[in-house]
């Protein structure tokens, strides 16, 4: 162990095995909270995109045209300035030169996805990927982590999964395909996670080639020379392939196509003690976004990564237990009191066995960059994320947009339901008007597949949102949205809304227009399907059909903010990407098939 390892460790590792005490935690410079040493574990350059690797050596000539020449067993042979030969070595047998693949798309999420196909009647917004939970401290983990993931199944509906450390030491994992309550419908599945601690995660739904992998399914538990190890990861790493492909070159083997697999890799493969000090060394090599829970025997891990693009929140139960969740939502539900974030660039470590909470600085300080979007879309109203009511950001949203985007002739307010719901008591606050409810959505339809006639795929819009005709009929309407992505969701409303007696249709957006990719954990499709990257706002008015359009402005939307605006990721609305993206690399493959 080199001296930046082992200086780390004992700044890290006390007598007693503990970790220092918690206390109030300040990121602003390289360093532990509070210490007066810098950080000891200061972050070095790695060489990235990795180098490119050597030359294949030339193949022997093809003995015929159908036939392939057969693999020599070893090289040539030479001789030596005595004129002897030596006897052939075995190593280039074992040391195959590797070549590169052809390459491929970067990858923009970690999974494949189907977004709102137009034979689906489904639904044009952008996708949170995923969504974690961890309890410690508490007889009743599993079961608490359950209910957790049942408050965050909006930010996931492919697949759920918790992993609970016994009291035994042993980590336990139960995963499965669908919402959380088909998962753990055997009550006999819960039953089998005992424990004081148990961490969770639900992912969302994809329907790309080959459909739902269980694999995919998270918490991730391995096991390595120190021990059980559970990972929950909700974000995405922009590096992941370049991670995975050095990784696949030095020996690692690979059981899944989630970026999470590469960080269980990186801290593994460290020479960095203890786990905390493995955690740092692995998270200094991740670029993108990152809300991690780690699970161990006796302790809970709670990372975030350094510009804090995804939410992590900490809270604690009436007799002690930590939670931690994705949205505090999750806290309500099962009595925590919302205590802080975990702060961008910090990791939060609990020991089960004497309640111990203790921080330190993950990572060099970042200027910060959460994400606008949960804001908008994706955490529920009844939710505190980055520090502010999400139901009172998308009320100012609507004020915002009345006051830049009035609608003179209309008579009533409608949202599309539900993000738009508060987003439109704020419109219709600002303008006077009436505020209804003019569409009721359904929550109980899923995808509907067999749908041979478009008259048929029309009327599945139907299923998920129905209009109320006395509310519509007759009326110059504003329906107010959070976002348009690809525009088909918003023309069926349209119609929808025409058909039902609708004089005029005046369509208002609580958002800018949406021109670039997500690379930092949402599921939005290529720049070449957003609506607004194709054309200019009168020209997505056309397509939709609606009478007028109207989106928030950038400038407004920053002005919310004040002077927090330089603290949002914007760039699906701006393209400024706070993490660069690496150019497509090469993936490494054996000189020789098996």
């Known amino acids: 162990m080199d001296g930046r390892r082992g200086a780390m460790a004992n700044s890290l590792h006390t007598p007693s095995g503990d970790l220092f005490k918690s206390r109030p935690f300040t990121c602003d410079r390289e360093g532990i909270p ?120 909006h930010r996931g509906e492919e697949g759920a999964g918790i992993c609970a450390a016994g009291d035994d030491g042993e980590l336990k994992s139960v995963t499965g395909l669908g919402l959380v309550g088909d998962v753990f419908r055997d009550k006999a599945r819960l039953e089998s996670l005992p424990g004081q601690a148990a961490i969770g995660h639900v992912r969302y739904s994809t329907s790309g080639p080959g459909g739902p992998n269980l694999k995919n399914v998270q918490p991730f538990l391995a096991g390595y020379r120190f021990g059980q190890l559970a990972v929950a990861h909700n974000g995405n790493l922009v590096n992941y392939k370049p991670l995975r492909n050095k990784l696949e070159t030095q020996g690692s083997i690979f059981n899944n196509s989630s970026d999470t697999e590469v960080i269980l890799h990186l801290i593994a493969t460290s020479l960095s003690r203890p786990l905390l000090a493995r955690i740092c060394d692995a998270c200094e090599r991740l670029a993108g976004a990152y809300s991690l829970l780690f699970l161990t025997a006796d302790k809970l891990f709670a990372v975030r990564d350094p510009f804090g693009f995804r939410p992590l929140v900490m809270g604690r139960r009436p007799n002690g237990a930590v939670v931690f969740s994705s949205e505090t939502c999750a806290l309500d539900l099962i009595d925590a009191v919302y205590e802080r974030e975990v702060a961008p660039g910090e990791v939060i470590v609990v020991d089960r066995r004497d309640m111990s909470v203790s921080s330190a600085c993950l990572v060099p300080h970042r200027p910060r960059k959460s994400c606008v979007f949960e804001h908008i879309y994706f955490a529920l109203p009844n939710s505190i994320v980055f520090g502010h009511a999400v139901h009172e950001r998308r009320t100012a949203y609507g004020r915002a947009l009345a006051e830049e985007s009035p609608a003179p002739t209309a008579g009533v307010v409608i949202p599309v339901p539900d993000s738009g719901f508060y987003a439109a008591l704020g419109f219709a606050q600002a303008s006077g008007l009436e505020f209804q409810q003019g569409l009721i959505r359904s929550h109980y339809t899923g995808r509907s597949f067999i749908q041979p006639t ?141």
């Open 34 to 153: 509070g210490s007066p040493h810098p950080h000891p574990h200061t972050p070095q350059p790695h060489p990235w995109p990795p180098p490119p690797p050597p030359p294949r050596p030339p193949r022997p000539p093809p003995a015929s045209s159908s036939t392939p020449a057969p693999l020599p067993r070893h090289p040539p042979p030479t001789t030596t300035s005595s004129g002897a030969t030596p006897p052939p070595s075995p190593l280039p047998l074992r040391h195959r030169a590797v070549r590169a693949a052809p390459v491929r798309a970067w990858p923009d999420s970690v999974t494949p996805f189907n977004f709102g196909d137009d034979d689906d009647g489904g639904d044009d917004h952008p996708r949170e990927e995923c969504g974690v939970f961890g309890v410690v401290g508490d007889p009743e983990a599993s079961s608490l982590c359950y209910l957790g993931l049942q408050k965050l199944q």
């Open 454 to 594: 478009q008259a048929i795929r029309d009327l599945a819009v139907k299923l998920k949102l129905a209009p109320v005709r006395g509310v519509i009929e007759g009326k110059s309407v504003v329906v107010v949205d959070d976002s348009i992505v690809r525009g088909t969701t918003s023309s069926k409303i349209v119609r929808l809304l025409r058909d039902s007696g609708a004089r005029e249709v005046h369509m208002r957006i609580s958002s800018p227009p949406v021109v670039g990719r997500c690379h930092y954990g949402i599921d939005t499709p290529s720049e070449g399907e957003l609506i607004s990257n194709k054309m200019d706002i009168e020209g997505v008015r056309k397509m939709i059909g609606c009478d007028s359009l109207g989106f928030l402005s950038i400038d407004k939307l920053h002005s919310i903010y004040g002077e927090e605006a330089n603290e949002l990721c914007d760039a699906c609305f701006t393209r400024n990407y706070p993490v660069p993206l690496p150019e497509p690399v090469p993936e490494l493959v054996s000189s020789f098939e098996d």
